[in-house]
Every structure is written in C-alpha cells, then in structure tokens.
T-cell receptor, first 114, second 114 residues
Framework: DAGITQSPRHKVTETGTPVTLRCHQT?????MYWYRQDPGHGLRLIHY???????DKGEVSDGYSVSRSKTEDFLLTLESATSSQTSVYFC?????????????FGEGSRLTVL | AQSVTQLGSHVSVSEGALVLLRCNYS??????LFWYVQYPNQGLQLLLK??????LVKGINGFEAEFKKSETSFHLTKPSAHMSDAAEYFCAVTLSYNTDKLIFGTGTRLQVFP
C-alpha cells in the first residue's frame, strides 16, 4: 500500500465552476499520474509528473491543468468544469519508472458536474 | 503507437470454472504488458506483468498470463474461479520505457456465480 489519499472523494458541482482535486502520497515516489475512468473507455491519462514542477500532458489533457510544488502533492484543476468532465478520477504513483508498470492507485474521486 | 484491446466487456463464469480474459496488443516495439484488477469502489492494483523475462507470468491470487508474440496476445487465466475474483480487470501496455505511463484497455467485468 503506497499511502495515496485523494480529496475530496466525492464532489458535485455546477458547470462553469473551478474544481481542484488533490492527491497526497507518503511514499516519496517520483512519478505521479492523474487518470479518469469512464464506462467503455477504461482509464485514460490526463497529466503526469516526473518530479517537482515537472509535468506533462497525457492523452486527454484538454480542460485540465496540474501542479506539483512538493513531492507528496499533485493537484488536478478543472478551470471551468463541464458535464463531459463528470467522471471518476484516479491518482497513481510509481517510484521506479523505467517501464516497471507498477502503479499504486488512490481510491478515486467521483466528480459530478451538473 | 501502442494500444491494447480487451475482447468482451463482461464475462460470467461459475465458481470453480476456468477464467479466461482476453487481451490483444498493438506495439511497434517489444511491449511491456500488465494486468490490473479493480474491486468495487477501490483503485486498481497490479495483478501481474510481462517484461520479457518469461512468456508465462504468474501473478497474485492464482492468476497467470501468457505472452504470445505470434498472436499479439496476453490473455489472463485462472484454472478455478472463486467468488472473490468478481471484479473489473484491465490490460495495459506501457507508453514509455522512461516512466510508467500506461495505456489501459477498456476493461472486462468478471462475474462469478455460485
């Protein structure tokens, strides 16, 4: 268990409002990821980070931004939420990189945009 | 580009029966392949991984998968299903050997009937 906590776990918001999801890890892992999970799509990578202040886009990054000012925290921000961003968001971490594929996941944050 | 395709979004088996979950990959280079499991209301956890050391890979909870290059497949099997195996299973391929960015399949939900 990599000690990954996500907050909030559940959130309902309205279209056009900003939303920030937080991921906090206690394992000192270098790499952190944000995925979204939708029925029929599996998990899709939104953004990832390979170190403090080093981030890059994933396959579905439009409408999302991230920040990582400390090793342990990775924030995902929806600047202006839309209904298409209703989803379950998962944070993941990995320590080794190098294609080991061993990601450790949080329990997810369920976001509903009305 | 690397990708994975999971055949069958739902699979139902009786307790004690063989479990077979299918995954085919597309990759221009030798892939690293993974199976993850997601129990209800939880994040994903690594079940097993193929990193070219051996074509038959054994994972947790009695699962195994065989890498078949000629068929571009990495199917997941378990000889005898347990009720506790009911979950969603995701096949994944690494997108980069420098990080653990993964491309996930769309998932297969396994139901086990008594």
């Amino acid at each position: 268990d990599a000690g990954i906590t996500q907050s909030p776990r559940h959130k309902v918001t309205e279209t056009g409002t900003p939303v920030t999801l937080r991921c906090h890890q206690t394992e000192n892992h270098r790499y952190m990821y944000w995925y979204r999970q939708d029925p029929g799509h599996g998990l899709r990578l939104i953004h990832y980070s390979y170190g403090v202040k080093d981030t890059d886009k994933g396959e579905v990054s439009d409408g999302y931004s991230v920040s990582r000012s400390k090793t342990e925290d990775f924030l995902l921000t929806l600047e202006s939420a839309t209904s298409s961003q209703t989803s379950v968001y998962f944070c993941a971490t990995s320590g080794a990189g190098g294609g080991t594929g061993e990601l450790f996941f949080g329990e997810g944050s369920r976001l509903t945009v009305l | 580009a690397q990708s994975v395709t999971q055949l069958g979004s739902h699979v139902s088996v009786s307790e004690g029966a063989l479990v077979l979950l299918r995954c085919n990959y597309s990759s221009s280079v030798p892939p690293y392949l993974f199976w993850y499991v997601q129990y209800p209301n939880q994040g994903l956890q690594l079940l097993l991984k193929y990193t070219s050391a051996a074509t038959l890979v054994k994972g947790i909870n009695g699962f195994e998968a065989e890498f078949k290059k000629s068929e571009t497949s990495f199917h997941l099997t378990k000889p005898s299903a347990h009720m506790s195996d009911a979950a969603e299973y995701f096949c994944a391929v690494t997108l980069s050997y420098n990080t653990d960015k993964l491309i996930f399949g769309t998932g297969t939900r396994l139901q086990v009937f008594p």
